[in-house]
């Protein structure tokens, strides 16, 4: 059995990998077998016979040329120029290697700006489980601010557990079951992530919570915030460390120490000589200028910890529904307040009403509301307005599926096209929303609801009646939480149909469509365009015959049932809540 080990490489670095390979080979065990593969698409036949001259009886040095068609997916793509600084495109031929030699179950990859200390045969035994690949957790960036930031904030991964991928312990078994390169592929192609380290961002991504992270000896680099390791069993000069380039950097002794058995010492020397000060500057300034793509990468809309989140709710919207939890709440960061806080958030709120702070932006806020309403909804399809021609003059309230934080505003506009103002009731959370959200909720007219028997009992009904009083339209979500772009209508909650009862007010009953466009949304590769359509059901008026809990039942049985018709006319099918990916509007991925 030999045990197979992975460089890629363009041609211009087999210098640096020549000294590592004449390390490798050094640090063998006789008694093992071992076989030496560089990736390449331009290497020269005087610079494989240089390889090939580090051989030894025991280290067979073999080459494999990577197609241009098995990389174009990847090249031209502007994270590639910027990466392109410290690395080159062959950065990427790793991620094939479990494809191309399906041969092996696992396989070793290295860098070639690389130092190995210790026989890589006990590397190889590593055992993997059921582990993707094994790794160490990236030095390097530790002590780098940025860096962090963007693990934690783009990423949504650990710095601690971030590994650096300029060594791999692959489980190539695994990578070819589970269809590794497609994945990659379909992810590249899909959502074009703007990442500082491409390569190394989606091998941790990928394998997130499938890494076994090994002894950091194993990929020991120099940086200048720590004391070097004592018994580095690989050395990888990562990012400017080159001792080609930089004098006293840390374990530069071990390269030299390698490079003076090659052909390519002088050439080695020669270049570290010749090399300016000027040129260490423009490296570093090399680091400066990837780093600072991190204040750009956090603040996208499709960056992966906003991609990850967006799935991780289809994961719970997908989870409620099989368990038919039609309530459950499925968005992720929601704030967190005991009962207390919301009593005294909502308070506050109402207390300041009556300021000439409040007022005044209230006034500006209705406007942005209508503003935004026209702007972001003004594409809205009414369908049914017939149904409203007999409304009497006065308020109503207005039942709607939940389905995203701005599903109000086509509300708003069916409003207005009846000529009524619109207040809209609201969880008293969404007082808290972060930013321009959390100035609508406060100053367009909502009216919080805090789940506390003597508020829902005493002071909600005041706000409410005092709304209605005016002829506005009560925007009240019997569905309760927003399940994010779900199509299909949920099982409602009572209390919008109670206080119709109590007002005497009737129900403006209404269903909305999410139609799919053909085409992609531009921040969000992931989805589709959408348009939504209105349709006004028929209004529902309290039985004078019925107490007001009757009447709730009666009232939320019939807006349901009214739903569910429209849904299955509109939509073509019968309803079922067994979860399908289509039930989440223009989403193009997939649940397994």
């Known amino acids: 059995m030999t045990i197979p080990i992975f460089y890629s490489i363009s041609d211009d670095f087999t210098k640096y990998a020549a000294v590592s390979l004449n390390s490798l080979v050094k640090h063998t065990d006789p008694n093992k077998d071992y076989t030496v593969y560089f990736l390449n698409q331009d290497l020269s036949s005087k610079h494989q016979k240089a390889l090939s001259d580090l051989s030894s009886s025991n280290v067979h040095v073999k080459f494999f040329h ?20 410290f690395f080159t495109m062959s950065i ?9 030699f399906p041969e092996y179950d696992k396989v070793i990859y290295i ?19 059921d582990n ?3 790794a160490c957790t990236d030095s390097s960036i530790q002590y780098v601010d940025k860096m962090i930031k963007y693990i ?12 650096n991928s300029g060594m791999l312990v692959m489980n190539a078994r695994a990578f070819r079951a589970e269809h590794f390169i497609d994945h990659f592929m379909t992810l590249l192609e899909k959502y074009h992530f703007d990442c500082i380290a491409p390569d190394q961002d989606y091998l941790n991504e990928i394998g997130e919570g499938r890494i076994l992270h090994l002894n950091p000896r194993w990929d020991a680099m120099p940086n200048e915030n720590t004391e070097p390791l004592t018994n580095p069993g690989l050395i990888h000069y990562n990012l400017f460390f080159k001792p080609w380039h930089f ?70 919207i997908k989870k409620a529904a099989n368990e038919r939890n039609f309530t459950a709440k499925v968005e992720i960061g929601d704030p967190q307040m005991s009962l207390d806080q919301r009593l005294k958030l909502v308070n506050d709120y109402w207390n300041k009403r009556n300021t000439f702070s409040s007022k005044l932006n209230n006034r500006i806020g209705h406007l942005l509301f209508g503003t935004l309403s026209r702007a972001l909804a003004g594409s809205t399809e009414f369908v049914g307005l017939e149904n409203l021609n007999n409304l009497p003059i006065g308020g109503a309230i207005l039942t709607s599926n939940h389905y995203n934080q701005v599903d109000s505003l086509p509300m708003k506009l069916l409003a207005n096209k009846m000529h009524h ?45 005092a709304a209605l009083a005016k002829n506005n339209w009560v925007l009240i979500y019997p569905e309760q939480e927003m399940w994010w772009n779900y199509r299909k209508p949920r099982k409602l909650q009572r209390g919008a149909y109670y206080f119709a009862a109590k007002q005497n007010v009737p129900v403006v009953s209404t269903f909305v469509e999410i139609k799919d466009l053909p085409k992609i949304e531009k921040k969000d590769p992931n989805f589709y365009e959408t348009k939504y359509i209105v349709h006004v059901l028929p209004p529902i008026f309290p039985d004078v015959s019925l107490n007001a809990n009757e009447n709730a039942h009666k009232m939320m049985e019939l807006d349901y049932r009214q739903k569910v018709a429209a849904y299955e006319k ?8 067994d979860f399908l990916d289509w039930d989440i509007a223009g989403w193009r991925g997939h649940l397994s």
């Open 247 to 316: 004098a006293n950097v840390q374990y530069a002794q071990y390269f030299w120490d390698s490079a003076k058995q090659t052909q390519f010492f002088d050439e080695l020397k020669n270049e570290l000589n010749n090399y300016t000060d000027d040129e260490r500057a423009a490296d570093r300034e090399k680091l400066d200028h990837m780093l600072a793509k991190e204040d750009k990468t956090e603040q996208d809309p499709n960056n992966w910890a906003k991609v990850k989140k967006r799935e991780a709710v289809i994961k719970n």
């Open 111 to 129: 860098d070639s700006d690389t130092i190995v200390n210790d026989d890589l045969a006990k590397l190889y035994n590593s055992e993997l489980g």
């Open 421 to 465: 103002q619109l207040s809209i009731v609201i969880e008293d959370t969404n007082l808290m929303l972060p930013g321009f959200f959390r100035y609508l909720m406060n100053y367009v007219g909502t009216i919080p609801l805090v789940q506390s028997p003597s508020y829902i009992g005493n002071e909600f009904p005041k706000h409410l009646s």
């Open 132 to 134: 993707l690949f094994a």
């Open 66 to 85: 990577i197609d241009d068609q098995l990389v174009q997916p990847i090249q031209n793509r502007k994270e590639n120029f910027l990466r392109a600084d």
């Open 152 to 163: 934690k904030n783009v990423l949504a991964l650990d710095p601690k557990k971030y590994i």
């Open 570 to 577: 509109i939509y073509g099918k019968k309803l079922n809540y």
């Open 92 to 100: 990427f031929y790793r991620l094939f290697i479990p494809e191309l």
